[in-house]
């Protein structure tokens, strides 16, 4: 439960989730630009490299981001496929993952200065064709994906209320200026 206004929060978990800040680790290319958008929905292309338990991984992401507006509620979401960069040294060369995911904002009823929202997330970890079957390492790989995720979905409320809270000590542009 967030001490704001649904569409206050709503507006902030937008922003967040169609931007740049909601992927975690170094980001070296984004082909954003490339794909089409609309105020809606955003498509994403990018390179990235994934930290978790002390290893890391990079990866190629194809990721399609989608709002749903309805008068007490929004939903965000998310479905993304990732897969190992070709030439990758690390031990998950063959490895990749799908993942879907969704963020409820609603009003919370009598309530008009509170809202909530709750996240799902949903990540299958996959190999590549050709992959060597190892179970150590699908068992270190399906560590590093559950790291990450949680690590990723934790980063993304504390932003989106980080970014609220700033919005809150902002002085109001509507105010007169006190003489």
Partial sequence: MLPFDFKTAAEAVWTHFRGSE??????YE????????????VAEMFAIEFMANDLAADFR???????????????????ST?????NS?????????????????????GRDDFSMFQTCCLVSPQMSEGGSFD???????????????FATITS???????????QSL????????CI
Avoid: C
């Avoid at 040294?89 to 009823?109: D, M, T």
């Avoid at 902002?170 to 200026?177: A, M």
């Fill in 22 to 27: 909601k992927h975690r680790g170094n980001l």
């Fill in 82 to 86: 990732a897969s190992a960069l070709e």
């Fill in 156 to 166: 993304s409320q504390q932003l989106i209320e980080n970014m609220l809270m700033d």
């Fill in 89 to 109: 040294k690390s031990p998950f060369a063959s490895f990749g993952f799908r993942e879907k995911g969704y963020v409820i904002s609603k009003r919370v009823r």
């Fill in 135 to 149: 179970l150590s390492t699908v068992g270190t790989f399906t560590e590093f994906v559950l790291g990450f995720m």
């Fill in 61 to 79: 992401v194809k990721q399609v981001v989608r709002r749903y507006i309805e008068e007490d509620r929004q939903v965000v979401v998310w479905v």
């Fill in 30 to 41: 984004n082909f954003s630009k490339d794909v089409e958008s609309s105020s809606d929905t």
């Fill in 170 to 177: 902002q002085p109001s542009r509507d105010k007169s200026p």
